[in-house]
């Protein structure tokens, strides 16, 4: 299993090319084992830096996200 940091996600989700190649590689597999998981701590750090104007809205991870994900 490999916990991704808030920040990590986000990039992933949104601007991989900010996340070194060798980052981008264990994403990748983690993610075609299906082992990436995410905290709720993160859910509510991106809610609460979006509801304080320090996280634009494009940045959202929606449900649908979620669900493609498999999170």
Do not use: C
Request: overall charge positive; hydrophobic content about 40%.
């Amino acid at each position: 299993m490999i916990l991704l940091d808030t920040h990590v996600w986000l990039w992933w989700l949104h601007s991989p090319e900010q996340l070194s190649e060798r980052s981008r590689t264990l994403l990748t597999i983690g993610e075609n084992q299906n082992t990436l998981i995410v905290s709720a701590i993160s859910v509510w750090e991106i809610a609460l830096k979006y509801s304080t104007g320090k996280l634009p809205q494009n940045s959202l991870v929606s449900r649908k996200e979620f669900k493609i994900q498999n999170y």
